[in-house]
């Protein structure tokens, strides 16, 4: 039974994949995510449905298009196969429960809007503010947060990055976090509370000083190179989500 679960999470991962791709794509263009249906970019072909099976299609089609011999980016197994990666951790985390899928739109939101700011450095509100209401709500159900936990971490999460980004560019006359990373952190609150939130945005800077200066190093670019901290937040978030009780021991464990 446990193995046929597994199985189970793991192809409703790929489908919600799948799914995730068609978001990061038409989002940003102001596109329906449900009509027309998928096609190709290049020629416009529709896609047919055996044709659209995630990862098995792309490695059959050997990443063409089977009209137009188009190259697909890689990006699109990637997404799906981290998708059904997800799935499957958060159903051994948590096992079979509500929860299980709750921290899975949770999840599945974060790698939207992460592919979406690599792209297009945008942080569509269509997804954070929706994302911030849903994760409000879901305080109310058993087995989270509470509810006062979701609000307080929807205003400290929102309020610290605004007032960090205030002061930034009245500091250095520049934007240095845009309005969408201030929602995406009080979504992040809303849905995991604000004892949270120290922690996550300790990793996400971290990770984003360590990669962002390999990125401007490797690309040659200077310092004042935009990137996108939408990924680094979902990053630190996603890792909470799994590793939070043992980060945060190991962290305090410093000082004791």
């Excluded at 739109?105 to 992460?114: D, N, R, Y």
């Excluded at 000083?209 to 935009?226: D, E």
Aim: glycine share 12%.
């Amino acid at each position: 039974m446990d193995f046929i679960l597994c199985l189970f999470s793991v192809l409703f991962g790929l489908c919600l994949g799948s799914f995730a791709n068609v978001c990061i794509y038409r989002i940003p263009l102001n596109k329906s995510i449900v009509h027309p249906a998928s096609s190709c970019p290049h020629c416009g072909v529709e896609i047919r449905f055996f044709d659209n099976i995630p990862v098995i299609s792309y490695l059959l089609l050997m990443g063409r298009c089977r009209q137009c011999r188009a190259s697909i980016p890689m990006r699109y197994p990637l997404v799906e196969v981290l998708m059904a990666f997800l799935s499957l951790a958060l159903f051994v985390r948590f096992g079979f429960q509500l929860q299980t899928l709750q921290s899975m739109v949770f999840a599945g939101t974060l790698v939207i809007l992460s592919f979406i700011d690599f792209d297009h450095k945008i942080l569509p509100d269509v997804l954070t503010l929706p994302g911030i209401a849903v994760g409000c709500l879901v305080s109310f159900l058993p087995g989270g947060i509470s509810w006062a936990d979701s609000l307080i971490g929807l205003a400290a999460g929102g309020g610290s990055l605004y007032l960090v980004a205030t002061a930034y560019e009245r500091i250095t006359g520049r934007e240095g976090l845009g309005g969408g990373d201030i929602k995406l952190l009080a979504m992040i609150g809303a849905w995991m509370g604000w004892q949270s939130l120290p922690l996550i945005l300790l990793m996400s800077s971290l990770s984003g000083a360590v990669i962002g200066s390999v990125f401007i190093l490797v690309g040659g670019k200077g310092a004042r190179t935009q990137i996108p901290f939408g990924p680094f937040l979902s990053l630190g978030a996603l890792s909470y989500l799994f590793f939070g009780r043992q980060i945060s021991l190991w962290y305090l464990g410093l000082f004791v």
